[in-house]
C-alpha cells in the first residue's frame, strides 16, 4: 500500500494496493449483472469477505434483482470478514468503440457516493470500476470519475479513496488530473 496523495481539500484520496485491505465503511464491488462473483477485483473481494457474501447476494437477486443488476447500478451487502463494514457492488459498463457509455460509469459511482450518503456512512472506496476485463479505456474512465467527484464531494462529508491496483494506474490517474487542471493538496 503506497502513501496516499489527496485531492479537493482531503476529500479524494488515491492510494495504489488491495481494496480488500482497506478499513473503510464500504468498498466498492466491480460487479457483472449475476452478482455470483467473477474474477479481478469481485473475485477478490468474494474471497477475502467468505462465503457469507456470495449468500448475501444470491438473497438480493431473490429479493431486488431477479433478472440481474443492470449496467450502472448498484446494490449494498454487509463486508462479512473484510475490514470494510460494507460492500457496494456496481455493475460497470462493458466498453464498446461506439458506443458512449460514460452515463453508465458515472452512474457506479454517483449512486454509489448517494448509497454510502443514505446510510449515514463517512469513507468509501472504489477500485477502477470497468478498466480491467470490461475494457474501460483508462484514461477516459479517470476523467469520468474525476467529474463525478468534483461534483458531488465538495457539497459532501464524505471521504472517497480511489484505490488502483497497479503504479502504472496510479501514475496514469495523476498524470489525467494534472492535465485536466486538479490540483494535489499540499500535504
Ligand atoms: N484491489 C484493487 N483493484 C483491483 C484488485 C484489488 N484486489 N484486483 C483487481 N483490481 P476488473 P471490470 C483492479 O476486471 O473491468 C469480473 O470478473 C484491476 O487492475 O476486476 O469492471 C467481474 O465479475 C482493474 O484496474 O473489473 C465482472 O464480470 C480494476 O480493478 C468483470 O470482471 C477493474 O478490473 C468486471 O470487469
Known amino acids: 500500500m503506497t502513501t496516499a496523495i489527496s485531492y479537493m481539500s482531503g476529500k479524494l484520496r488515491v492510494i495504489q494496493g488491495d481494496i480488500t485491505a482497506l478499513e473503510v465503511d464500504a468498498i466498492v464491488n466491480a460487479a457483472n449483472h449475476s452478482l455470483m462473483g467473477g474474477g479481478g477485483v469481485d473475485g477478490a473481494i468474494h474471497r477475502a469477505a467468505g462465503a457469507e457474501l456470495k449468500a448475501a447476494c444470491q438473497a438480493l437477486r431473490q429479493k431486488q434483482w431477479p433478472d440481474g443488476l443492470p449496467d450502472g447500478e448498484v446494490a449494498l451487502t454487509p463486508g462479512f470478514n473484510l475490514p470494510a463494514r460494507y460492500v457496494i457492488h456496481a455493475v460497470g459498463p462493458v466498453y464498446a468503440k461506439t458506443i458512449d457509455k460514460s452515463d453508465l460509469l458515472a452512474s457506479c459511482y454517483h449512486k454509489s457516493l448517494m448509497l454510502v450518503e443514505q446510510q449515514g456512512l463517512n469513507t468509501i472506496a472504489f477500485p477502477a470500476i470497468s478498466t480491467g ?11 469520468i470519475v474525476l467529474s463525478v467527484m468534483a461534483e458531488k464531494l465538495p ?3 464524505l471521504t472517497a479513496t480511489l484505490c488502483f491496483f497497479g503504479q502504472q494506474d496510479m501514475e496514469a490517474f495523476r498524470n489525467v488530473a ?3 487542471g486538479y490540483q494535489r493538496d499540499r500535504s
Open 133 to 143: 476485463v470490461y475494457g474501460y479505456p483508462f484514461e477516459q474512465a479517470c476523467e
Open 155 to 157: 457539497h459532501s462529508k
Open 178 to 180: 494534472s492535465r485536466l
